[in-house]
């Protein structure tokens, strides 16, 4: 089957870094991305990755190794804003996006 | 501002009863979705299409039908609402079919008593 497996909730402390995982199993890969979903709000882009490697972006980077099955999500000088729900999603052989369930970041001061 | 509007934002119904949640894009993408997200779960595909004229089915479509009559409208229906339809309903948009940037409307949130 198609999986994707991130952890559901991590906690970080303000101006720290953090790295949030995923890992899938999926028939077909077509691309790998992040969004970031506040409370209440619609998800919105952060990232996509298509090729192994690392994309950095400001504060965020995203890592891909298609060979692992494995992506990871870095934020660096993390703000209170940054409280979110991240959400990895595997786009299939068919195009269609797989969707994990998200990991709750907690900032604390 | 571009972008894709949803409604109602939020709607108590009764079982039994029928609903259509309403979704209208104007960036002229040709791929639309329609989302459940439940908590604890990831965003689960109900209905897409590809581009105006047609449609298909996701992962849980029972229960909701959809239509695709222009490029800019995706309006998704439930014939007779059950308890286990209750959900934050998100459309969304991309450019076509391929693995592209999805936009979100802000959703729509659905109790069904």
């Known amino acids: 089957g198609q999986n994707i497996d991130q952890p559901t909730e991590m906690t970080a402390t303000e101006g720290a870094i953090v790295q949030i995982n995923c890992t899938y199993q999926?028939?077909?890969?077509?691309?790998l991305f992040w969004y970031q979903q506040h409370a209440g709000e619609a998800p919105t882009f952060l990232s996509y990755?298509?090729l192994d490697g690392l994309e950095e972006k400001g504060r965020f980077s995203s890592f891909l190794s298609r060979s692992k099955g494995y992506s990871y999500l870095l934020l660096k000088e993390l703000q209170m804003k940054d409280s979110a729900s991240y959400l990895c999603?595997?786009?299939?052989?068919?195009?269609?996006?797989?969707w994990g369930a998200g990991t709750k970041l907690i900032i604390k001061p | 501002t571009a972008g894709i509007t949803q409604a109602p934002t939020s709607q108590i119904l009764a079982a039994g009863r029928s609903m259509t949640l309403r979704c209208t894009q104007d960036?002229?993408?040709?791929?639309m979705y329609w989302y459940r997200q439940d908590l604890g779960l990831g965003l689960r595909l109900i209905h897409y299409?590809?581009?105006?004229?047609?449609?298909g089915k996701g992962e849980v479509p029972d229960g909701y039908s959809v239509s695709r009559a222009n490029t800019d409208d995706f309006p998704l229906t439930l014939a007779s609402a059950v308890p286990s339809q209750t959900s934050v309903y998100f459309c969304a948009s991309g450019r076509d079919s391929g693995a592209n940037v999805l936009t979100f409307g802000a959703g729509s949130r659905l109790t069904v008593l």
């Open positions: 960036m002229r993408h040709n791929a």
């Open positions: 999603a595997v786009s299939g052989r068919d195009y269609q996006l797989i």
């Open positions: 999926t028939s077909g890969f077509n691309g």
């Open positions: 299409s590809n581009t105006a004229g047609t449609t």
């Open positions: 990755n298509v």
